[in-house]
């Protein structure tokens, strides 16, 4: 029962790192990797889970906390028992609501073994000092207590019953999917109080300027998800016959990189079968559609555009695409029934981490203006798929552009 | 005919719209300062400015520029590049001029950066000499001498 008051928990002297059983550490630091922690806690390299990270979210900023196990600025005078009621209940050590930016609907499902784990790993991080800059919701939002009637409707406490009917890998997979790995903070919709929409798992969703495409049946792939392509990219970043893993999915396949290959496997397991309805699983389509002549008609100006900037790279028998990446025709942002990822990989490209493989693509946001972007997306589509035209590319592009002022402000 | 402006002077070329701005400062205008490297934008020998902000030259296509302003090495002040002299900052110096486009980018924008955001905004040029770390010190002085400096880590840690 989710009650609006809840009783802090008696602050702890920080545990000594020695008195941690080293096994339950790497367990610890394999199950991080797994729900990417570091992906919201950790803004800047040199100051590991120290918090500071930006959320946009519709109710305002939620800035991510310091997670590191320092006494005042962490969370290292928290116990056992506040990181497992944090992890399971959303309520920080000193009784507050935490909101739920910090996906505990999810967490809630770790088991206590792994929460053990979790623990160990964290107190044995270094403690780094400093506060992240405080979350202010507008209005009513920033009314924490708010949350408990949330919690009420949207929480459901504990980890979820196995399905006999399925493997043992799946189950494995499902248990991280919707647990650690909270796959469906970012690929389901969300309501208007912002708790994801039960009745469409895996739908799809708009954030932080990408759109997380839906991964349940309505998958708009075109080719099909099979659980050896899904493992691939999830490992890699990199589905050789859909896409590279772009904006916040880059640092998820970075930190899956880094995770158990079998857990990696089991979460592609699970995920693959929610998209085995699909279209591309049903009827695959191994010949990328390529209608130039018709697209070139049709956007003279954006095949030029095309041919300047892209073709280097993206053109059929460019070098690039005899090293076996996917053609543009496979890739699932041009088949997305909105324009916001075809949008925001032109303007942002693909960055990895310093000192990091991976795919690379350079930002065209400085390059080209907001006309050419659209008019490129428009080609792009009318080219390389069968589909009719998006109607809102403009408009799509405008708020890309928005988010990048924003973010040169920052 | 198609008319650009590069350096505050206004140009006129005939070539193909899809030519990369790259090959027009290189063959139709004699400006030699920016250098093809790798073609992929990839590797940054070829940053020039366009109003003010660094770009691939070799992936724009010299239609798409409009009425945007091109800047290349050629016409930058000579502080940047006077303090990548005094650090002896080239090896075989392929990388240079590119590299000093983007320092000029980040410094007219922010003379006082911080150590990080000075690499953050050098990473997408590469350097296959190595010479990194007399880079990183060219733009420090060149920081200081346009009146700026850069802070160094322990300065901007909370």
């Not at chain 1, 998958?219 to 999830?234: F, G």
């Amino acid at each position: 029962m989710a009650l609006a008051w809840h009783p802090a928990i008696d602050r702890v002297t920080p545990p000594a790192a020695a008195s941690f059983d080293r096994w339950l550490v790497a367990e610890g630091e394999d199950l991080a990797k797994l729900g990417n922690c570091a992906g919201c806690h950790t803004s800047q390299p040199a100051r590991p889970l120290a918090g500071g990270r930006l959320l946009e979210t519709p109710f305002g900023k939620v800035f991510a906390t310091n997670i590191s196990p320092h006494a005042d600025d962490g969370i290292g005078a928290w116990s056992r028992e506040a990181f497992g009621r944090a992890m399971r209940r959303g309520i920080a050590r000193d009784g507050t609501h935490l909101y739920p930016a910090f996906p505990y609907d999810h967490f809630t499902h770790v088991t206590d073994h792994e929460l053990d784990a979790l623990y160990a790993w964290l107190m044995t991080r270094r403690a780094v000092a400093g506060r992240a800059p405080e979350t202010k919701l507008a209005g009513i939002f920033g009314f924490r207590p708010l949350v408990a009637a949330w919690n009420l409707v949207n929480l459901e406490e504990g980890p979820l019953q196995r399905d006999a009917s399925q493997t043992a890998e799946w189950n494995r997979g499902r248990d991280l999917a919707e647990g650690l790995a909270h796959c469906g903070g970012c690929h389901t919709p969300r309501d208007r109080f912002g708790a994801e929409d039960k009745a469409r798992p895996y739908d799809g969703n708009k954030l932080e300027g990408w759109y997380a495409p839906p991964i349940n049946a309505r998958s708009p792939a075109v080719r099909p998800w099979t659980v050896e392509e899904l493992h691939v990219y999830l490992r890699t970043g990199l589905g050789p016959t859909h896409a590279a893993a772009a904006g916040p999915m880059g640092g998820v396949t970075r930190a899956l990189a880094q995770a158990p290959d079998r857990d990696v496997r089991a979460i592609a397991v699970y995920v693959a079968s929610l998209m085995s309805n699909a279209p591309a699983a049903r009827q695959d389509k191994p010949e990328p559609v390529d209608r130039v002549a018709d697209a070139e008609r049709a956007h003279p100006q954006a095949a030029s555009l095309f041919a300047g900037a892209c073709a280097v790279c993206h053109e059929p028998g460019a070098p690039m695409m005899q090293q076996g990446r996917p053609p543009l025709a496979w890739g699932t942002p041009l088949h997305i029934d909105n324009p916001h990822d075809t949008v925001a990989i032109i303007m942002k490209g693909l960055t990895p981490l310093a000192g990091a493989a991976g795919p690379a693509m350079p930002a065209f946001a400085d390059m080209l203006s907001d006309a050419q972007v659209q008019e490129l997306a428009t080609y792009l589509r009318a080219r390389f798929t069968d589909k009719a035209p998006w109607p809102d590319v403009q408009a799509a592009v405008a708020e890309a552009r928005q988010g990048e002022r924003q973010g040169e402000r920052k | 005919m198609i008319t650009l402006t590069v350096n505050g002077k206004a140009q006129q070329v005939d070539v193909d719209p899809d030519t990369p701005l790259l090959y027009v400062l290189r063959n139709e205008l004699a400006l030699n300062g920016a250098k093809f490297g790798c073609g992929l934008g990839q590797c940054g020998a070829c940053t020039v400015l366009i109003d003010d902000k660094p770009v691939f030259s070799c992936l724009v296509p010299v239609a798409a520029l409009g009425e945007r302003k091109v800047r290349t090495l050629e016409g930058l002040p000579k502080t940047v590049p006077a303090a990548f002299e005094a650090e002896q900052a080239a090896q075989c110096g392929y990388c240079i001029a590119g590299m000093i486009v983007r320092a000029q980018s980040l410094l007219e924008k922010n003379p006082r950066p911080t150590e990080e955001e000075l690499r953050a905004h050098l990473a997408p040029n590469l350097c296959r000499c190595g010479t990194h770390m007399r880079i990183l010190a060219a733009v420090r002085r060149a920081a200081e001498a346009m009146g700026g400096g850069v802070r160094s880590v322990a300065e901007h840690t909370p």
